[in-house]
């Protein structure tokens, strides 16, 4: 494939991302490469370097995309004004985001890190989770919903409760086991739960 010539362009970019995204899901993190890349996209290693820096850089801009899909989609649920509601699409949400890309491996890979560091992006993502779990907990206990508690760390243990739902990996796993009907059904009772305590007063 001859060379073409190459432009820093936003069209230049997701053709890139792409690519990193569909060798991803061809071959795995390991068999993907900024030379296996380059070579399908027919340009120089040089230019995917000079975009992204390093394979590091490339997977992080994946991340970085399918993270800012999810997080566009939670925030379509801060306008719904019970915050046990809320919490409830909340959770539904991100649920039916990981069921759906149950059979995409290379989006689960670099949500949970295969085992490696997770990317910047998708660290970054969960912070901004905790602290949308914090301010829903506030405005549950200014509405009377909750009782009056340490917003971070019932953030922190919120996620805990429902790292089945918030873990994709464990997502995939539970796919194995239950239907998707199923695994809805546990996500309400799980939600259920978590409101239940969180209305508790000692």
């Not at 660290?123 to 949308?132: D, G, K, M, P, W």
Request: charged share 25%.
């Amino acid at each position: 494939m001859a060379r073409r010539s190459w432009h820093k362009s936003v069209d230049t970019r997701a053709e890139i991302l792409d690519e990193a995204e569909r060798q991803l899901q061809a071959a795995g993190y390991a068999d993907m490469t900024i030379g296996s890349i380059a070579k399908a996209l027919g340009m120089s290693p040089a230019n995917i370097f000079k975009n992204f820096g390093n394979k590091a850089g490339l997977i992080d801009a994946v991340a970085l995309r399918w993270v800012m899909e999810l997080d566009a989609a939670i925030e379509t649920t801060a306008d719904i004004p019970s915050p046990s509601d809320r919490l409830r699409a909340l959770a539904h949400l991100i649920l039916k985001t990981h069921l759906a890309r149950g059979e995409t491996p290379a989006r689960l890979a670099i949500l949970i890190g295969l085992g490696s560091t997770p990317p910047p992006s998708a660290l970054a993502f969960f912070q901004r989770l905790l602290e949308r779990l914090e301010q829903l907990i506030g405005d549950g206990v200014a509405a009377g919903e909750f009782a009056p508690c340490d917003g971070a760390i019932t953030a922190s243990a919120v996620c805990d409760c429902l790292i089945t739902i918030l873990d994709p990996a464990a997502v995939v796993r539970g796919r194995t086991i239950f239907t998707v009907e199923e695994m809805t059904r546990k996500c309400d009772q799980l939600i259920d739960f978590v409101i239940r305590g969180l209305s508790l007063r000692a």
